[in-house]
């Protein structure tokens, strides 16, 4: 039994580090893919529309995490030029942890 616990502990820490990096990872594609198109998706990319802000600066506006519910209900309030997206929790959570990890501080 203890054995057991030891073990699904150890399993358990294994698999939670590389999910992040998964999610990190997963949401960059997503984000290349989908918003690329305008916006500067990277770290160092320049966006290809004008007024679209880079993703790395979103942060200096407000918390990152207050885009979750806007990308699971849909992201469109004040884009004219935007078209509109929705996310299901995992997408979400997957962006939300790239765009914090490109975040400049
Ligand atoms: C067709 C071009 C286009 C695409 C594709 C696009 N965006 Fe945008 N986005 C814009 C423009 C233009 C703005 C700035 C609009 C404004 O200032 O009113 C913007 C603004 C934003 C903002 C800032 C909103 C705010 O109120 O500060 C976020 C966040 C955002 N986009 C996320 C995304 C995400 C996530 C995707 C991909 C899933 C995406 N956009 C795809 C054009 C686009």
Do not use: N, W
Not at 30 to 45: I, M, Q, T, Y
């Amino acid at each position: 039994m203890t054995v057991f616990v030891f073990l699904a502990a150890v399993i358990g820490a294994v698999m939670m580090l590389p999910a992040a990096a998964e999610d990190i990872a997963r949401g960059e594609t997503l984000l290349k893919r989908l918003c690329a198109p305008c916006h500067a998706v990277g770290s160092a990319d320049i966006g290809k529309h004008p007024t679209a802000p880079a993703f790395r600066t979103l942060g200096q506006q407000y918390p990152i995490e207050s885009l979750e519910e806007a990308l699971a209900e849909g992201l469109s309030t004040g884009h004219e030029a935007m078209p509109e997206f929705q996310f299901d929790a995992a997408d979400v959570g997957a962006i939300i942890a790239y765009l914090k990890h490109i975040q400049q501080r």
